[in-house]
């Protein structure tokens, strides 16, 4: 583990950014946001960004290919590049454990290789959380916000940064740094431990901590597929994809292609099974109500994938969707609901 | 060194009835104006829908014109009163997000008015000229 | 996509001289679809036209582009060469490259550059044409005319001259309308009962005219040659086949005092009535507001003189329902209310009358047989003041009277005022006006005789007030010319009253989705083209409804509106113009948007049961297009949010497609 | 706090219920947090009674869900309304996009709804907002706890209320205001006195943070369609994701202008943004040129009026002119 006083982020931020770019938490008007880092941005200190860390493996919009057409004549362009390396500064312990939900989903035959790429080019810098708010609910799925995953784990206490590699591409990174940054005693050992305390303290103060993923989980399709309360929870939503969006774990993506006029852009982007044309085929869209559109996404995230990943969630807790929906529908009500009031 | 003089593309949405017999005219009459217009034609001015404008604009237009009859001369009676208040309104929005007010236009112009079609196509694009490449409406997806 | 040929056109030298021909052949040939590309030296002469037919033969063409002149020139020459080889007419673009290319450039190198755009916009359009096929709807070969005033019967009569049957709707109990209460007419002075009331006559025995008069228009459906009308017959209390028209019973019905609109209430009539002795039909009609029979149950005596049996007190209103090809609006004007004229002090003397009271006052079967008489008094005005643009012409503010020009009231005042001086040599008469405005065949030579050999005082200014006095009106005024205050002690002043739509006519618009201006005059199809056209298919204006006008303008505007419905009826089926609107029912909201902008009411909603795709169903309103009133201007297109309103012939994506080709 | 109680609310209600008028009400539910409040759809006097909840976070505006629920029940459906939401409610009566007759709509007055995102903004860790002396009283995790005058809680929408008259009901439960005098367009005059230039870099700002949830299209009472534009692959406008900046322009261009005429300024799609884009700047700028154009106009305030963009006169204001800021017609 090594440290470096608070005082002198700015130092160890353009000693990383001297290497590759460095993305971090910033703030905007819109809240937190993972913005390049040059000299003067500042690290937010908002607990977390409003959209996800998942854009920088799987950005909302990506163009796969090209195709150029003169006449009748079309040539296919391969537009891939390789990624260039890049260090990810500040990821809470949810959005870390998001990038394994894709990870799974991506790096599975057959492999992505887009997705691959920037994967392979990313060092994640994660953050222990000491303030998680009311709508956090990581722990609901075994995550620890005081001891995130990652490359480079990194807790923040009043004074001093402490980071701790954990992968060897994050050795390597801080061995980099190694100048700059000072190792640690024992009694940083102890700072850690208290720090890691503290926030162990608030998140089991938070008003979900009680809240229970265990009736869920693999093969429970049959318990909870045609369970009444899925008209109650459906019934206001707006099939917008607000939460989708914000959604560090929601993977699914269309490819459209784009008449520039002088040829085809093919580009994949983000889809939400809220929408009523997702997965539309000759046929149809097969889930032809909202009913079973919102019932697709919380199937999916707490019964269908588990079911698919040796019973990994794909809801990370982060809380995103709590606060964002328009009209206040989110997996907490949905686990609560389910399968009457057990849960409560 | 060769230096090309920049062209502006203009799309230019003519009513059948008066303006594109207004473009006929100049036609007949040999009253040029800059080849960097291009007319399409729609039955009434009313037929332009402003996503038919926006889109000029993604794919690389520079400028887009509207003629029409005279208020109160539409062939449909009522077709370019109402294109009157889409385009004061369209246009007064985009003029709101920033994008340059010369790049738009509603002109009205009469099968009779030969002349008034060439002066006004001519003036359009040295006006459009003035401003430069479309930046601000563009789509780079459509760039060469 | 479609297998397309492209044709482009030297025209002589007119285009080969600007653009390489060639090269925008051999470019077009590269374009997506097209499997065909050649040029030709006139593409619209016989040989060329040979060549396009052998070329849909030959490469299986599904859609041609040919790039010409200007399609306001050809279109229809290459729909019907396309036609004759059997491709869809509507499969056929034309790439304007003469009036708006080689024409307007001069150098061959950007001519031919453009040349090759325009003509990949008519590709990339003709690539998305569908074949279309023009409706046909049949044609009820009968016009219904609405008002029986002298448009009303000139329209009626020449279109049943020419054989076809109409119906004249009249509410009130005669024909005949405003004419028939004129004395003279200007500027021939020949007697209006004399030359309307053989029309009058005319029209109630022709064999193809049906009038229905005491009856009103209450709704119509339907649209061009298809149109459904429900006309209410009031009840006249008096059956109309029976009734001899004798009157009798209006000599001895006991109920003397109802104000005889006929005289504008200068004079009274019985409860059953004839309004007038030339009446058609000539038939007796119970006013069920004054009969004392129908009040209180108690008289009956024109039941008891009638020999003829005709008076049924029991009578209801009728609705019937018959079926037109065409219709005629000739519901015709009013004089505005002179109440909100204080100033001339109208309700406050008799002596203070309106123009067409005066027509009444001389008229030899009016109030006094014909006799000047002041009202108030019976005795002889030797000093009358007319006072033209009474409500004509105002400033747009007030809220008085009409901006317009009411057009006849100069030269009916030019006639009063000769008449009376022609009659009454001893009478001083003097005309206050703005301008006189005398644009018409002997019209000006009509008022200067008024001027010039009868002597009457025309003074340039506006009357300020008139004020009873005694027996007299005070009248103050302005004489512009002079520059002084003038006061008139005056027997008798004229009001030239503007005139106004009759109040039948809003309702009836909203019934027929006719346009009207702001004034309630309805609007013509175009002011200089289509005058006697309203914007909706099928309906045609007469006379004053569709502005202010004198009797012979009129008479001439009847008789255009009777042409243009006899061209109507002669046709068995209309052939619409494919090129319409159309709503993707799954689509359309039914929000109504597109049907407020349609100036031709083409759109009207119906309710449909859907099957959703969530696989239930539901009843959803939706838009529908009339094909056969639809013109294609494309307004509904572009109000409707959703684009479940496209335009055929003018698609959204054929647009597009065109806007792309050309930005590319 | 509200003039209205939630025992008002819920005894009319149950009334309606049991004299059999209504067979279902449109109602907020009650979430995890005071603020989480979701519209729900109650089918007995019961259901309301153990659900309901009325507080100062029930801003949602139901008028939307009408057209569905109408459709669903014989009887009528029971909704409560804002002032702001009669105006919604009243323009989609005028778009026939349900019948007037499958409603029983409950005027209640609104001393205006907060909106949790300006707590958020101040404080971390909101965990209940209630009503207090002088104001709220908020618990929050780490700021410890707040009492904070109401006004402070106020969006936009609310600080700049157009109207407290209601002007739809079947009946209005307390008292009804006027239409106010608001300084809703004081921000889009601003932005007009800025340069062209500053105005780009102002929306480009704005629109570039857009991330396509159609949240504001999706939560607008105004946009019903059956099926929207920028869905529908046959418009050639369709796109799931703004992948230039130019479809963020054209998404919010037509979005503004498919409502021009229609949009009531109810706020909803500024509220539900999860970017904060300040998206009723846009309607708001239709609305003023609308008003300043044509003359003042009020969608939803009558039912079948006839909106300015559907209408003319001859002597309207020319396209060249307004851009000028329609100096002629102010």
């Given at each position: 583990m090594r440290k470096i006083a608070v005082s002198r982020m700015e130092e160890l931020f353009a000693a990383i950014a001297a290497g590759q770019s460095l993305y971090l938490p910033v703030d905007t008007k819109a809240g937190a946001k993972f913005e390049q880092w040059e000299s003067g941005k500042q690290l937010s200190s908002a607990l977390n960004t409003v959209r996800s860390a998942k854009d920088f493996f799987f950005p909302q919009t990506e163009n796969l290919m090209d195709f150029r057409m003169e006449g009748k004549k079309i040539e296919i362009i391969d537009t891939r590049r390789e990624s260039e390396d890049f260090v990810l500064f500040g990821v809470r312990a949810c959005d870390v454990r998001s990038f394994t939900v894709l990870d799974r989903v991506f790096l599975a035959e057959p492999v992505d290789t887009y997705y691959k790429n920037r994967r392979e080019h990313g060092l994640i810098m994660s953050m222990s959380c000491t303030r998680p708010a009311e709508t956090c609910f990581c722990g609901t799925f075994g995550i620890?916000?005081?001891?995130?995953?990652?490359?480079?784990?990194?807790?923040?206490?009043?004074?001093?940064?402490?980071?701790?590699?954990?992968?060897?591409?994050?050795?390597?990174?801080?061995?980099?740094?190694?100048?700059?940054?000072?190792?640690?005693?024992?009694?940083?050992?102890?700072?850690?431990?208290?720090?890691?305390?503290?926030?162990?303290?608030?998140?089991?103060?938070?008003?979900?901590?009680?809240?229970?993923?265990?009736?869920?989980?693999?093969?429970?399709?049959?318990?909870?597929?045609?369970?009444?309360?899925?008209?109650?929870?459906?019934?206001?939503?707006?099939?917008?994809?607000?939460?989708?969006?914000?959604?560090?774990?929601?993977?699914?993506?269309?490819?459209?292609?784009?008449?520039?006029?002088?040829?085809?852009?093919?580009?994949?982007?983000?889809?939400?099974?809220?929408?009523?044309?997702?997965?539309?085929?000759?046929?149809?869209?097969?889930?032809?109500?909202?009913?079973?559109?919102?019932?697709?996404?919380f199937m999916h995230k707490l019964v269908y994938y588990p079911t698919n990943n040796d019973g990994l969630f794909s809801c990370v807790g982060c809380g995103r969707c709590l606060s964002k929906c328009p009209i206040q529908m989110n997996i907490v009500k949905v686990m609560k609901q389910l399968g009457g009031k057990q849960n409560d | 060194m060769q230096v090309t003089e920049y062209k502006p593309l203009i799309v230019a949405f003519c009513c059948n009835w008066c303006s594109y017999a207004g473009a006929d005219l100049a036609g007949n009459n040999r009253l040029s104006y800059p080849a960097d217009v291009k007319i399409i034609r729609v039955p009434c001015s009313c037929r332009v829908n402003p996503m038919f404008i926006l889109r000029?604009?993604?794919?690389?237009?520079?400028?887009?014109?509207?003629?029409?009859?005279?208020?109160?001369?539409?062939?449909?009676?009522?077709?370019?009163?109402?294109?009157?208040?889409?385009?004061?309104?369209?246009?007064?929005?985009?003029?709101?997000?920033?994008?340059?007010?010369?790049r738009t236009r509603v002109e009205w112009v009469s099968a009779a008015e030969g002349a008034k079609f060439a002066a006004t196509m001519n003036d359009f694009v040295a006006q459009v000229a003035a401003l430069g490449e479309n930046k601000r409406l563009e789509d780079l997806r459509c760039k060469k | 996509m479609q297998r397309i040929g492209v044709f482009v056109c030297h025209c002589g030298t007119n285009i080969a001289g600007t653009v390489d021909v060639k090269a925008v052949a051999a470019a077009l040939k590269n374009e997506p679809g097209?499997?065909?590309?050649?040029?030709?030296?006139?593409?619209?002469?016989?040989?060329?036209?040979?060549?396009?037919?052998?070329?849909?033969?030959?490469?299986?063409?599904?859609?041609?582009?040919?790039?010409?002149?200007?399609?306001?020139?050809?279109?229809?020459?290459?729909?019907?060469?396309?036609?004759?080889?059997?491709?869809?007419?509507?499969?056929?673009?034309?790439?304007?490259?003469?009036?708006?290319?080689?024409?307007?450039?001069?150098?061959?190198?950007?001519?031919?550059?453009?040349?090759?755009?325009?003509?990949?916009?008519?590709?990339?359009?003709?690539?998305?044409?569908?074949?279309?096929?023009?409706?046909?709807?049949?044609?009820?070969?009968?016009?219904?005319?609405?008002?029986?005033?002298?448009?009303?019967?000139?329209?009626?009569?020449?279109?049943?001259?020419?054989?076809?049957?109409?119906?004249?709707?009249?509410?009130?109990?005669?024909?005949?309308?405003?004419?028939?209460?004129?004395d003279k007419t200007f500027p021939t002075l020949d007697c209006a009962a004399c030359i309307l009331t053989p029309k009058m006559v005319d029209a109630g025995q022709h064999e193809n005219i049906r009038i229905f008069s005491y009856s009103e228009v209450t709704a119509v459906k339907g649209f061009v040659g298809n149109f459904d009308v429900t006309i209410k017959r009031k009840a006249r209390y008096v059956k109309e086949d029976v009734c001899t028209g004798c009157g009798l019973c209006t000599e001895k019905c006991p109920q003397k005092k109802v104000p005889n609109e006929f005289n504008l209430g200068m004079d009274n009539r019985r409860a059953i009535y004839i309004p007038f002795a030339q009446a058609v039909p000539k038939v007796a009609t119970i006013d069920p507001d004054y009969c004392m029979m129908l009040k209180s149950g108690k008289c009956g005596v024109c039941s008891k003189v009638c020999t003829a049996g005709a008076i049924d007190y029991k009578a209801k209103d009728e609705y019937i329902e018959e079926k037109y090809g065409a219709i005629v609006v000739a519901t015709g004007f009013n004089p505005i209310s002179m109440e909100k004229f204080d100033e001339y002090a109208y309700s406050q003397s008799k002596d203070v009358i309106t123009s067409l009271e005066f027509e009444r006052l001389t008229n030899a079967a009016g109030p006094t047989q014909g006799k000047l008489l002041r009202p108030s008094d019976g005795e002889h005005p030797h000093t009358i003041v007319f006072v033209q643009c009474v409500g004509s012409r105002c400033e747009a503010c007030s809220e008085k009277g009409k901006e317009y020009c009411s057009k006849i009231c100069c030269m009916y005042t030019a006639k009063h005022a000769m008449l009376t001086r022609d009659k009454y040599?001893?009478?001083?008469?003097?005309?206050?006006?703005?301008?006189?405005?005398?644009?018409?065949?002997?019209?000006?030579?009509?008022?200067?005789?008024?001027?010039?050999?009868?002597?009457?005082?025309?003074?340039?200014?506006?009357?300020?007030?008139?004020?009873?006095?005694?027996?007299?009106?005070?009248?103050?005024?302005?004489?512009?010319?002079?520059?002084?205050?003038?006061?008139?002690?005056?027997?008798?002043?004229?009001?030239?009253?503007?005139?106004?739509?009759?109040?039948?006519?809003?309702?009836?618009?909203?019934?027929?989705?006719?346009?009207?201006?702001?004034?309630?005059?309805?609007?013509?199809?175009?002011?200089?083209?289509r005058p006697v056209e309203s914007p909706t298919a099928g309906v045609f204006l007469s006379g004053a409804c569709q502005g202010p006008k004198d009797i012979p303008e009129t008479v001439s505007q009847a008789g255009a509106a009777a042409a243009k419905v006899i061209g109507l009826l002669c046709k068995d089926h209309l052939t619409g113009n494919p090129c319409v609107a159309h709503a993707d029912e799954m689509m359309c909201n039914g929000c109504s948007t597109c049907e407020r902008v349609c100036p031709y009411g083409a759109i009207t909603y119906v309710e449909k049961e859907f099957r959703m795709p969530d696989r239930t169903t539901k009843l959803r309103r939706v838009a529908s297009v009339n094909e056969a009133v639809c013109q294609g201007c494309g307004a509904c297109t572009v109000a409707c949010m959703s684009g479940a309103m496209d335009l055929r012939g003018f698609m959204n994506r054929q647009i597009q497609a065109e806007v792309d080709a050309i930005c590319k | 706090m509200q003039e209205i109680t939630r025992e008002a609310l819920l005894s009319r209600a149950a009334e309606l219920f049991r004299d059999g008028t209504v067979d279902r009400a449109l109602g907020w539910r009650a979430g995890e947090f005071d603020y989480d409040v979701t519209p729900g759809v109650f089918t007995s006097a019961?259901?309301?009674?153990?659900?309901?909840?009325?507080?100062?976070?029930?801003?949602?505006?139901?008028?939307?869900?009408?057209?569905?629920?109408?459709?669903?029940?014989?009887?009528?459906?029971?909704?409560?309304?804002?002032?702001?939401?009669?105006?919604?409610?009243?323009?989609?009566?005028?778009?026939?996009?349900?019948?007037?007759?499958?409603?029983?709509?409950?005027?209640?007055?609104?001393?205006?709804?907060?909106?949790?995102?300006?707590?958020?903004?101040?404080?971390?860790?909101?965990?209940?907002?209630?009503?207090?002396?002088?104001?709220?009283?908020?618990?929050?995790?780490?700021?410890?706890?707040?009492?904070?005058?109401?006004?402070?809680?106020?969006?936009?929408?609310?600080?700049?209320?157009?109207?407290?008259?209601?002007?739809?009901?079947?009946?209005?439960?307390?008292?009804?205001?006027?239409v106010l005098d608001s300084h809703r367009f004081d921000e889009v005059e601003q932005l007009e006195r800025m340069t062209p230039d500053e105005r780009f870099a102002f929306w480009q700002n704005e629109l570039s943070r857009c991330i396509r949830c159609n949240a504001c299209r999706d939560v607008c009472p105004a946009c019903t369609c059956e099926k929207c534009v920028f869905d529908n692959p046959a418009s050639g406008a369709a796109n799931k994701a703004p992948s230039s900046s130019f479809e963020e322009q054209m998404f919010h261009i037509i979005r503004a202008f498919h409502v021009a005429g229609r949009c009531t300024d109810c706020g909803e799609c500024s509220r539900v943004c999860p970017q904060h884009i300040p998206l009723h700047l846009l309607n708001r700028k239709f609305i003023r040129d609308i008003d300043r154009f044509y003359g003042e106009y009020q969608a939803g305030a009558e039912v079948g009026s006839r909106a300015p963009i559907v209408d003319y006169t001859e002597g309207d204001i020319e396209p060249g002119e307004a851009v000028e800021g329609g100096a002629r017609h102010a």
């Amino acid at each position: 583990m090594r440290k470096i006083a608070v005082s002198r982020m700015e130092e160890l931020f353009a000693a990383i950014a001297a290497g590759q770019s460095l993305y971090l938490p910033v703030d905007t008007k819109a809240g937190a946001k993972f913005e390049q880092w040059e000299s003067g941005k500042q690290l937010s200190s908002a607990l977390n960004t409003v959209r996800s860390a998942k854009d920088f493996f799987f950005p909302q919009t990506e163009n796969l290919m090209d195709f150029r057409m003169e006449g009748k004549k079309i040539e296919i362009i391969d537009t891939r590049r390789e990624s260039e390396d890049f260090v990810l500064f500040g990821v809470r312990a949810c959005d870390v454990r998001s990038f394994t939900v894709l990870d799974r989903v991506f790096l599975a035959e057959p492999v992505d290789t887009y997705y691959k790429n920037r994967r392979e080019h990313g060092l994640i810098m994660s953050m222990s959380c000491t303030r998680p708010a009311e709508t956090c609910f990581c722990g609901t799925f075994g995550i620890d916000a005081a001891e995130p995953e990652g490359d480079v784990v990194c807790h923040m206490t009043a004074d001093t940064l402490y980071l701790d590699a954990k992968t060897e591409k994050g050795s390597a990174l801080l061995e980099s740094l190694s100048a700059l940054t000072e190792a640690c005693g024992g009694e940083d050992e102890t700072a850690v431990e208290r720090h890691k305390e503290l926030s162990h303290e608030r998140l089991s103060g938070l008003p979900l901590a009680e809240l229970s993923a265990d009736r869920f989980g693999a093969d429970k399709t049959d318990a909870f597929f045609n369970d009444p309360a899925w008209k109650t929870l459906s019934e206001a939503c707006l099939g917008c994809g607000t939460c989708t969006f914000v959604c560090p774990t929601c993977q699914c993506y269309d490819i459209q292609d784009f008449d520039t006029g002088h040829g085809v852009k093919r580009f994949r982007c983000w889809d939400s099974c809220m929408y009523s044309d997702f997965t539309k085929m000759s046929a149809g869209q097969p889930r032809l109500t909202q009913l079973e559109r919102f019932r697709q996404r919380f199937m999916h995230k707490l019964v269908y994938y588990p079911t698919n990943n040796d019973g990994l969630f794909s809801c990370v807790g982060c809380g995103r969707c709590l606060s964002k929906c328009p009209i206040q529908m989110n997996i907490v009500k949905v686990m609560k609901q389910l399968g009457g009031k057990q849960n409560d | 060194m060769q230096v090309t003089e920049y062209k502006p593309l203009i799309v230019a949405f003519c009513c059948n009835w008066c303006s594109y017999a207004g473009a006929d005219l100049a036609g007949n009459n040999r009253l040029s104006y800059p080849a960097d217009v291009k007319i399409i034609r729609v039955p009434c001015s009313c037929r332009v829908n402003p996503m038919f404008i926006l889109r000029a604009f993604q794919r690389g237009a520079d400028g887009v014109i509207l003629c029409g009859c005279h208020p109160g001369d539409c062939h449909y009676t009522t077709g370019n009163y109402y294109t009157r208040r889409r385009m004061a309104l369209l246009f007064s929005m985009l003029d709101y997000l920033g994008i340059e007010r010369e790049r738009t236009r509603v002109e009205w112009v009469s099968a009779a008015e030969g002349a008034k079609f060439a002066a006004t196509m001519n003036d359009f694009v040295a006006q459009v000229a003035a401003l430069g490449e479309n930046k601000r409406l563009e789509d780079l997806r459509c760039k060469k | 996509m479609q297998r397309i040929g492209v044709f482009v056109c030297h025209c002589g030298t007119n285009i080969a001289g600007t653009v390489d021909v060639k090269a925008v052949a051999a470019a077009l040939k590269n374009e997506p679809g097209v499997v065909f590309s050649t040029d030709y030296q006139y593409m619209c002469s016989q040989a060329g036209q040979d060549m396009i037919k052998e070329a849909i033969a030959e490469h299986h063409l599904g859609g041609i582009v040919i790039c010409s002149c200007s399609p306001r020139m050809h279109e229809a020459t290459f729909r019907k060469t396309a036609a004759a080889a059997g491709l869809n007419p509507y499969m056929v673009e034309i790439a304007n490259i003469r009036e708006q290319c080689s024409w307007v450039h001069k150098d061959m190198a950007v001519g031919t550059e453009k040349a090759i755009i325009l003509g990949k916009a008519a590709v990339a359009k003709v690539n998305l044409n569908t074949p279309l096929t023009p409706g046909q709807s049949p044609v009820t070969k009968r016009a219904l005319v609405i008002g029986g005033g002298i448009a009303g019967i000139q329209t009626a009569l020449d279109i049943a001259e020419a054989g076809f049957p109409v119906d004249i709707v009249e509410t009130k109990p005669t024909i005949g309308g405003k004419m028939a209460q004129l004395d003279k007419t200007f500027p021939t002075l020949d007697c209006a009962a004399c030359i309307l009331t053989p029309k009058m006559v005319d029209a109630g025995q022709h064999e193809n005219i049906r009038i229905f008069s005491y009856s009103e228009v209450t709704a119509v459906k339907g649209f061009v040659g298809n149109f459904d009308v429900t006309i209410k017959r009031k009840a006249r209390y008096v059956k109309e086949d029976v009734c001899t028209g004798c009157g009798l019973c209006t000599e001895k019905c006991p109920q003397k005092k109802v104000p005889n609109e006929f005289n504008l209430g200068m004079d009274n009539r019985r409860a059953i009535y004839i309004p007038f002795a030339q009446a058609v039909p000539k038939v007796a009609t119970i006013d069920p507001d004054y009969c004392m029979m129908l009040k209180s149950g108690k008289c009956g005596v024109c039941s008891k003189v009638c020999t003829a049996g005709a008076i049924d007190y029991k009578a209801k209103d009728e609705y019937i329902e018959e079926k037109y090809g065409a219709i005629v609006v000739a519901t015709g004007f009013n004089p505005i209310s002179m109440e909100k004229f204080d100033e001339y002090a109208y309700s406050q003397s008799k002596d203070v009358i309106t123009s067409l009271e005066f027509e009444r006052l001389t008229n030899a079967a009016g109030p006094t047989q014909g006799k000047l008489l002041r009202p108030s008094d019976g005795e002889h005005p030797h000093t009358i003041v007319f006072v033209q643009c009474v409500g004509s012409r105002c400033e747009a503010c007030s809220e008085k009277g009409k901006e317009y020009c009411s057009k006849i009231c100069c030269m009916y005042t030019a006639k009063h005022a000769m008449l009376t001086r022609d009659k009454y040599p001893d009478t001083d008469v003097y005309v206050f006006y703005i301008d006189v405005r005398t644009p018409g065949k002997n019209f000006d030579e009509f008022y200067r005789r008024a001027v010039e050999e009868y002597g009457v005082h025309y003074i340039k200014g506006m009357v300020g007030k008139v004020s009873p006095e005694g027996k007299k009106l005070h009248v103050q005024a302005s004489d512009l010319l002079a520059g002084k205050q003038l006061h008139i002690d005056a027997d008798l002043v004229v009001l030239a009253a503007a005139i106004e739509p009759d109040r039948s006519a809003r309702p009836l618009a909203t019934m027929l989705t006719a346009s009207m201006d702001t004034n309630d005059f309805f609007t013509e199809a175009h002011p200089k083209l289509r005058p006697v056209e309203s914007p909706t298919a099928g309906v045609f204006l007469s006379g004053a409804c569709q502005g202010p006008k004198d009797i012979p303008e009129t008479v001439s505007q009847a008789g255009a509106a009777a042409a243009k419905v006899i061209g109507l009826l002669c046709k068995d089926h209309l052939t619409g113009n494919p090129c319409v609107a159309h709503a993707d029912e799954m689509m359309c909201n039914g929000c109504s948007t597109c049907e407020r902008v349609c100036p031709y009411g083409a759109i009207t909603y119906v309710e449909k049961e859907f099957r959703m795709p969530d696989r239930t169903t539901k009843l959803r309103r939706v838009a529908s297009v009339n094909e056969a009133v639809c013109q294609g201007c494309g307004a509904c297109t572009v109000a409707c949010m959703s684009g479940a309103m496209d335009l055929r012939g003018f698609m959204n994506r054929q647009i597009q497609a065109e806007v792309d080709a050309i930005c590319k | 706090m509200q003039e209205i109680t939630r025992e008002a609310l819920l005894s009319r209600a149950a009334e309606l219920f049991r004299d059999g008028t209504v067979d279902r009400a449109l109602g907020w539910r009650a979430g995890e947090f005071d603020y989480d409040v979701t519209p729900g759809v109650f089918t007995s006097a019961e259901e309301l009674e153990n659900g309901f909840v009325w507080n100062d976070f029930c801003g949602a505006n139901f008028s939307k869900y009408l057209i569905r629920e109408t459709g669903l029940t014989e009887k009528k459906v029971l909704v409560f309304l804002k002032p702001c939401d009669t105006y919604s409610f009243n323009q989609l009566l005028t778009e026939h996009r349900f019948a007037r007759d499958k409603v029983y709509a409950v005027g209640v007055p609104c001393a205006g709804m907060a909106d949790v995102k300006l707590l958020r903004d101040r404080f971390d860790g909101v965990t209940s907002v209630e009503g207090a002396e002088g104001g709220v009283l908020v618990h929050t995790l780490y700021d410890g706890d707040v009492t904070l005058p109401q006004a402070e809680l106020l969006p936009d929408r609310c600080r700049n209320c157009k109207s407290k008259k209601h002007v739809a009901y079947d009946e209005l439960l307390g008292s009804d205001g006027e239409v106010l005098d608001s300084h809703r367009f004081d921000e889009v005059e601003q932005l007009e006195r800025m340069t062209p230039d500053e105005r780009f870099a102002f929306w480009q700002n704005e629109l570039s943070r857009c991330i396509r949830c159609n949240a504001c299209r999706d939560v607008c009472p105004a946009c019903t369609c059956e099926k929207c534009v920028f869905d529908n692959p046959a418009s050639g406008a369709a796109n799931k994701a703004p992948s230039s900046s130019f479809e963020e322009q054209m998404f919010h261009i037509i979005r503004a202008f498919h409502v021009a005429g229609r949009c009531t300024d109810c706020g909803e799609c500024s509220r539900v943004c999860p970017q904060h884009i300040p998206l009723h700047l846009l309607n708001r700028k239709f609305i003023r040129d609308i008003d300043r154009f044509y003359g003042e106009y009020q969608a939803g305030a009558e039912v079948g009026s006839r909106a300015p963009i559907v209408d003319y006169t001859e002597g309207d204001i020319e396209p060249g002119e307004a851009v000028e800021g329609g100096a002629r017609h102010a």
